[in-house]
Each structure stands twice: as structure tokens, then as C-alpha cells.
């Protein structure tokens, strides 16, 4: 079956500082890895989307995404945190093997300070 | 295009009640499924449509049942609410395969008292 992990319910930055907000996953085939963000009480937004070509992915407002297969990992960057970016982010899974259907992590909550 | 809409936006059950949570999308987009979002847990799948006439169950489908008549319009029935179905709930859309990005309704938030 697969399964998504999102390592850290919250995470908290300054204002200026990297963003890393850590997901691990489990699929028996190929997956699609996507990143989705939500802002308090709002639909959800697509970041950025794997789906086996580049393994380094940029995705809107300075995200971007590594896959790593060996390490079935699925972590997302951003150089530098903006107030802006406060909000709850999803890694999500996806695969063929299983009908095609989306497999959410719990969530990580990104607090940004000034 | 308006994208997915959904509503209402917000609703108030008593126990017992039943309901109908309306979700539209003017995409031409075959693939179409309801999640439920509960704090700590993510989304959840709770039934998906690939095309008209064809539904299925996701991961949390008890007390919900969905049709789908047309490729616009795939509504989510709740047929004796609970307690345990207060939540938010999703409406999303896709072309077809697992790639495809999948858009999102603005969501309905559902209390049952």
C-alpha cells in the first residue's frame, strides 16, 4: 500500500531563514509526489509535482523539491522564508499501482516569524 | 472558468439530518473525488468518480453515498448524519491519470450537532 509521512506536525522559522519540511513515503510502484499548501481556511494550491523526470523540482513562490528514491524521500525547500508563507503544506502520493488515487500526509504546520 | 465550486460554504445538522453537499466543476475533468479533512489527520478519500456513471469507494466511505450523471457535477450525500462527520469537506477535480494536477472547491465546513 502506500503511505505518506510528514515528519514535523510544525515547524517554525524566522522571517529570512531556510524552509525544510521533511516527507517520506511508501510505494511499491512509481509514484507521483506532489506538494500541496493551504492557507487558513482555503482550498488547497499545488506547489510543485514529481512525476519521474527531473528529480529536482521547482515549484511556485521559491519552493522546490528533491525525490530521492533511495531514500523514498520527498523533501521541500525554500531558500529564504517570507511571512507570506505561513500556512499548513501537504505531501502527497500518488501512484498507478492503486487506482490513481491521492494519499495525503497528516500535515505540516509552517510558522514564520519576523 | 470558475474552476470547482462548492457549496455551501458552511452547514449545521442535527443527528439524524441528511443532507446533499453540492460540487460543480466546468473543467470538462473526468477524474472527480471528495476528501474530508479532520485537524492531525490530512485529507481522506471518501469516494471518487473516473467519468459519468462510474463511482467508487475511497478510504472513509460509510454514511456518504455520491453519484455522478454528469462529467460537471458529482454531489456527496450524507443520509443519516452523525457527530462523527463534522468535518471539512473537499470536492476536487483532474483530467485523468495520477499526474494530472488536481484542482480543489473552496471547501464545505460541516458541524453536526
Known amino acids: 500500500a502506500q503511505s505518506v509521512t510528514q515528519l514535523d506536525s510544525h515547524v517554525s522559522v524566522s522571517e529570512g531563514t531556510p524552509v525544510l519540511l521533511r516527507c517520506n513515503y511508501s510505494s511499491s510502484y512509481s509514484p507521483s509526489l506532489f506538494w500541496y499548501v493551504q492557507h487558513p481556511n482555503k482550498g488547497l494550491q499545488l506547489l510543485l509535482k514529481y512525476t519521474s523526470a527531473a528529480t529536482l523540482v521547482k515549484g511556485i513562490n521559491g519552493f522546490e523539491a528533491e525525490f530521492k528514491k533511495s531514500e523514498t524521500s520527498f523533501h521541500l525547500t525554500k531558500p529564504s522564508a517570507h511571512m507570506s508563507d505561513a500556512a499548513e503544506y501537504f505531501c502527497?502520493?500518488?501512484?498507478?499501482?492503486?487506482?490513481?488515487?491521492?494519499?495525503f500526509g497528516a500535515g505540516t504546520i509552517l510558522r514564520v516569524k519576523s | 472558468n470558475a474552476g470547482v465550486t462548492q457549496t455551501p460554504k458552511f452547514q449545521v445538522l442535527k443527528t439524524g439530518q441528511s443532507m446533499t453537499l453540492q460540487c460543480a466543476q466546468d473543467m470538462n475533468h473526468e477524474y472527480m473525488s471528495w476528501y474530508r479533512q479532520d485537524p492531525g489527520m490530512g485529507l481522506r478519500l471518501i469516494h471518487y468518480?473516473?467519468?459519468?456513471?462510474?463511482?467508487d469507494q475511497g478510504e472513509v466511505p460509510n454514511g456518504y453515498n455520491v453519484s455522478r450523471s454528469t462529467t460537471e457535477d458529482f454531489p456527496l450525500r450524507l443520509l443519516s448524519a452523525a457527530p462523527s462527520q463534522t468535518s471539512v469537506y473537499f470536492c476536487a477535480s483532474r483530467r485523468g491519470v495520477s499526474t494530472d494536477t488536481q484542482y480543489f472547491g473552496p471547501g464545505t465546513r460541516l458541524t453536526v450537532l
Open positions: 468518480s473516473v467519468g459519468a456513471g462510474i463511482t
Open positions: 502527497v502520493v500518488s501512484d498507478p499501482g492503486y487506482g490513481n488515487k491521492l494519499v
